[in-house]
């Protein structure tokens, strides 16, 4: 499956975006989709992943949202009350097999989308 980001951008605090990954293939809705992160100077971390059910990071509990459309073989990630600690370049990843927040778990990678918040 390839995977596409998209929807970042430069936004203030407190702001809201949704960023978009399309995928290709006709198995799209047996995949389990995450989201991750990796700001400036720090590791890669799980944002929230999603198959029949989902999982977020306590981080961005209660002000991210992880749905998917699998008519249209798209995962979103509407990202609310964005605060600077949320810039980072974020990331679309598809795996088989039930949720995970480990990375490692995904075998398929879009490219990053950036999202900068500014303060």
């Known amino acids: 499956v390839q995977l596409q980001a998209s929807g970042g951008g430069l936004v203030q605090a407190g702001d809201s975006l949704r960023l978009s990954c399309a995928a290709s293939?006709?198995?799209?809705?047996?995949?389990?989709m995450g989201w991750f992160r990796r700001a400036p100077g720090k590791e890669r971390e799980f944002v929230a992943a999603v198959t029949w059910t989902t999982d977020y990071a306590d981080s961005v509990k209660g002000r991210f949202t992880i749905s998917r459309d699998n008519a249209k073989n798209t995962v979103y990630l509407q990202m609310n009350s964005l605060k600077p600690e949320d810039t980072a370049d974020y990331y679309c990843a598809a795996r088989r097999g039930g949720l995970s927040r480990y990375g490692y778990d995904y075998g398929y990678w879009g490219q990053g989308t950036q999202v900068t918040v500014s303060s």
């Open positions: 293939g006709r198995t799209f809705s047996t995949y389990t």
